[in-house]
């Protein structure tokens, strides 16, 4: 079993601590584990050009050639996966945004679920058989601020790189509060919790999705187990990270909030959740396509109109 640890902190530092030491408890647990700064990389920002879905021999290739590539092969081959970020900006650093724009649209497990049933049909090159394998994850989010809201956007951002292949996520630990404390090696009971998290991942490695173990604080959402919200103005409510829908119960000055047992089977990184999606893209492709052939030459008129309207920085 083999568990990568990626950090994208700076060298030697918080991030790179943490990560380590996660992967020093899956060790112990008897995994084969591999850790990656990737600081230096080059990432870049995907270019929305769709050329990851065609695979025409089997393999989704970004056309950008940068150490991406590197990245998505290194997760591919791992069973699990612990990702240690620092929180910038309140949310995940850019790196991290760029890696799961370009890994996560183009790795969605429904779809290329359906373009693997296609393939077989006619015969065709089958896609690679590590886009359907079950991987676990484990999430530390490091943030200097020790107020909780600074760093609130770490962790459900971090849920993202997961969710597209289905990955289940195991353990999660909100490090904020770095600077009061200083240095990890200052913070015995924090070092101890992510070892313990790196073992618990290790342990969960093969284990059926519905009888693994989690690691951390229990939240709010039974899947992210977060505590961020979506409100409307009624008692209904929406965890933004799974995209399932509860209700509210006031107990008093308690607040409970109720997310009914199908709803958690719908959550965005189960295989029924990542469906939804798949068939709600192919329903706006079903609107989309009749009303571009019936606006063809007004839309061919305004984009050239628009286009003329220069910029003032052009590849
Ligand atoms: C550009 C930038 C933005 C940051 N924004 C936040 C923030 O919004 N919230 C927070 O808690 N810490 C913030 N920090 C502090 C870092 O999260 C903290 O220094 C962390 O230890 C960095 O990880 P590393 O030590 O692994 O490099 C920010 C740091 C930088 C450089």
């Known amino acids: 079993m083999k568990v990568l640890g990626i950090s994208m902190g700076r060298k030697n530092e918080r991030s790179d601590i943490y990560c380590k030491q996660v ?13 990656i700064n990737t600081v230096a990389m080059n990432i870049g920002q995907c270019r929305g050009c769709g050329a990851c879905s065609k695979a025409p021999d089997g393999k989704i290739k970004c056309v950008l050639k940068d150490d991406y590539l590197t990245l998505e092969e290194m997760v591919l081959d791992a069973d699990g996966i612990v990702i240690a970020a620092p929180v910038y900006s309140v949310g995940i650093v850019g790196q991290l945004k760029n890696f799961l724009d370009r890994f996560g649209a183009a790795h969605d497990r429904a779809s290329l679920l359906e373009e693997q049933k296609q393939r077989k049909a006619e015969g065709r090159p089958l896609l690679d058989e590590r ?23 770490g962790l459900p951002m971090m849920h993202l790189f997961s969710c597209s292949q289905a990955m289940k996520v ?11 404390k200083t240095s990890p090696f200052l913070d015995e009971p924090m070092m101890n919790d992510m070892f313990a998290m790196g073992q618990n991942l290790a342990k969960n490695i093969g284990v059926p999705y519905e009888e693994t173990t989690w690691f951390g604080r229990e939240g709010t959402c039974p899947v992210c187990h977060l505590d961020l919200l979506m409100v409307n103005g009624t008692n209904q409510v929406t965890c933004p990270v799974c995209g399932i829908h509860g209700h509210m119960e006031l107990d008093g000055e308690k607040l409970k909030v109720v997310f009914p047992e199908e709803e958690k089977k719908r959550a965005r ?7 939804e999606h798949h068939n709600e893209i192919g329903e706006m ?24 309207y220069k910029p003032v920085w052009s590849d």
């Open 269 to 275: 990184n189960t295989i029924p959740g990542l469906y």
């Open 131 to 153: 886009y359907f394998k079950d991987r676990y994850c484990s999430y530390v989010a490091v943030g200097g601020a020790w107020t909780e809201d600074w760093t609130c956007m």
């Open 285 to 308: 492709m079903r609107i989309c396509i009749p009303k571009l052939q019936e606006h063809k030459e007004f839309l061919a008129e305004k984009r050239k109109e628009y286009a003329a």
């Open 23 to 35: 992967l020093k408890g899956a060790e112990a647990e008897g995994a084969d584990v591999q850790f």
């Open 170 to 180: 195991v353990g999660q630990i909100n490090a904020n509060d770095q600077g009061r």
